[in-house]
């Protein structure tokens, strides 16, 4: 019965996710995309914000923050997005990683975004180890 309560409320995390994350505008529009509350995804990490803007040198980039709630620290754990045109076709994806994320620690990722013409990306998912 855990592993069933596990299950679903993983799936309740990501469809949460997906639909609460719309589109961020235009690098460097300092748009956001956050969960009206952080959502608790598998392995204990929690996606707290992201956002596409511009990094010092002028290039388009993905921010964001994610928390390690869990008691236990991750060995390795990455970050997945979808990368979206204006017409919400998938263009490219990002994806971000960190090293020994100690237990209730956060971790800030900045990502450069390609291809050109990025407006919005979409939390895809974490892996964990």
């Known amino acids: 019965?855990?592993?069933f309560v596990k299950i679903f409320l993983i799936a309740l995390a990501i469809a949460a996710l997906a639909s609460?994350?719309?589109k961020a505008g235009a690098p460097g529009a300092e748009t956001t995309n956050a969960a009206p509350e952080p959502v608790l995804v598998d392995g204990g990490l929690t996606l707290v914000d992201f956002k596409l803007t511009n990094n010092a040198a002028g290039k388009p980039?993905?921010?964001g923050n994610v928390s390690n709630v869990a008691t236990?620290?991750?060995v390795h754990a990455s970050i997945d997005f979808k990368l979206l045109d204006t017409k919400d076709n998938e263009v490219g994806t990002a994806t971000a990683a960190v090293d020994n994320l100690e237990a209730k620690f956060s971790w800030s990722f900045e990502v450069?975004?390609?291809?050109a013409g990025v407006t919005s990306a979409k939390f895809a998912g974490f892996k964990t180890q």
């Open 1 to 3: 019965m855990k592993l």
């Open 20 to 22: 609460a994350c719309g």
């Open 61 to 63: 980039v993905l921010k």
């Open 72 to 74: 236990r620290k991750i």
């Open 112 to 115: 450069e975004v390609f291809p």
